[in-house]
């Protein structure tokens, strides 16, 4: 990706999030994707997508059950 649609990404997602910590981190060995941090830890990639003209870009996020707090005991 050019540093353009980099700085556009990073921009993009601050101001939906409301999250100026997002930071675009070039992938060296991958030109169709970036990483996506949220004040220097990693937490997914966004995936550039080229097909009949258009432009798209996929933001995918993994969430570990061993990340996620305790549910309440009444919503068990």
């Known amino acids: 990706?050019?540093?353009?649609?980099?700085?556009r990404l990073e921009k993009y997602l601050r101001n939906l999030f409301r999250l100026d910590t997002i930071t675009?981190?070039?992938?060296?060995k991958q030109a169709d994707s970036?990483?996506?941090?949220v004040a220097g830890e990693f937490v997914g990639v966004i995936f550039k997508d080229e097909?009949?003209?258009?432009?798209?870009?996929?933001?995918?996020?993994?969430?570990l059950e061993m990340d996620l707090p305790e549910a309440p005991a009444s919503r068990s």
């Not at 990706?1 to 700085?7: K, L, N, Q, V, Y």
């Not at 009949?52 to 933001?59: K, L």
């Open 34 to 37: 970036v990483e996506v941090q």
């Open 24 to 28: 675009i981190v070039e992938r060296p």
């Open 51 to 63: 097909e009949d003209g258009e432009v798209s870009y996929a933001f995918n996020m993994a969430i």
């Open 1 to 7: 990706m050019t540093r353009s649609e980099i700085w």
